[in-house]
């Protein structure tokens, strides 16, 4: 047996699938590039809403990433026994509960769930994949982006299916995570193999993907997705950096975002901000904001070490009446 030379690739995405299978053939990519489920002999009616959804997805990526899927073919492979998912270019494994479904059953909840999921995998044959990180440390590079993308191809695909409400949530579960004295940094120095597990969480996930989603409204779509576009064609099949992926981003933006993004990547927490207007006869009146580090009740004080002098950058708007309107 003879394979195609493999492009440059990081070894922990390098895989083979051999079973008793059989293949259901989907729609191919825009430019003829072959997709198909792959699925353990006897369940091919099981992958119809697989593949009949899976082209929506990659398309719904193509459009908002300016480039074509990159591998010259696409299995998606229902593994019996396995865990979630895995985002090996060109053959990416489900669990085959989550790939498959009794067509005698068709549910609407697991349409959804496949739909998540398979746009994550597939976000990350660019972020990840195509663009690999260059240490663990970055890990949220991998999966903060692939969630927020992930997002993004659903609620314009299906808006139907309330994605706004699911980005409040998983907000919220990272904010849950972030309020303890002690919740990690996204971008967490690996120093041994326990930490790179520990990397994958709601914090590098959900946090991530949030941190994403306020950058991109406070430097605008097009110019976000512009940097997103520039970053990927930079580094398309070698390593890349945080500092490489804020640069292609401020550079788009016009501004560098460097600081104020690191204010988020690099300490743990969120920002408390109070707002109070402070008026004085005869003088303009001013807008004070104080920021602390939000804690649950009863959690450690502002003042003691694990709050104490953090400060993050973000930007604020503010409006009035002029008295003319």
Not at 222 to 246: C, I, K, M, P
Not at 262 to 273: E, H, K, R, Y
Request: one cysteine or more; a negative charge; hydrophobic letters at 45%.
């Amino acid at each position: 047996m003879v394979f195609a030379r493999t492009r440059p690739l990081p070894s922990y995405l390098v895989a083979f699938a051999v079973g008793a299978f059989e293949i259901v053939d989907a729609p191919p990519t825009r430019r003829g590039t072959p997709v198909r489920i792959v699925v353990p002999r006897g369940q091919t009616a099981a992958a119809a809403q697989a593949r009949d959804d899976v082209g929506a997805l990659l398309a719904g990526l193509e459009d908002y990433l300016g480039s074509p899927y990159p591998y010259d073919k696409l299995d998606l492979v229902a593994v019996p026994a396995f865990p979630g998912a895995m985002e090996n270019p060109g053959l990416i494994t489900f669990a085959q509960s989550e790939l498959l479904e009794d067509p005698a059953h068709p549910a609407i909840a697991h349409r959804r769930d496949f739909a998540r999921v398979a746009a994550h995998e597939l976000a990350h044959q660019w972020f990840g994949d195509l663009v690999t990180m260059a240490w663990w440390d970055d890990t949220w590079l991998n999966e903060a982006f692939a969630t927020w993308m992930s997002a993004k191809v659903l609620e314009q695909w299906q808006p139907g299916w309330g994605g706004a409400f699911d980005m409040i949530g998983e907000k919220t579960r990272a904010m849950a995570s972030d309020q303890l004295a002690t919740a990690r940094k996204i971008r967490q120095p690996i120093v041994d193999i326990g930490d790179i597990g520990n990397a994958f969480d709601d914090i590098t996930y959900d946090k991530g993907a949030a941190v994403l989603r306020m950058f991109e409204r406070w430097i605008g779509a097009e110019a976000f997705q512009r940097g997103v576009r520039a970053y990927l064609a930079a580094h398309a099949w070698r390593n890349a950096t945080s500092t490489d992926f804020l640069a292609a981003v401020g550079g788009a933006a016009g501004h560098d975002i460097t600081g104020a993004f690191s204010s988020f990547l690099d300490q743990a927490g969120t920002p408390l901000v109070s707002v109070a207007l402070r008026c004085t006869a005869g003088a303009p009146p001013i807008v004070e904001l104080r920021q602390q580090r939000y804690r649950p009740a009863g959690g450690p004080t502002a003042g003691e070490p694990t709050g104490a002098n953090q400060r993050w950058q973000f930007p604020v708007c503010i409006r009035y009446p002029t008295g003319t309107a």
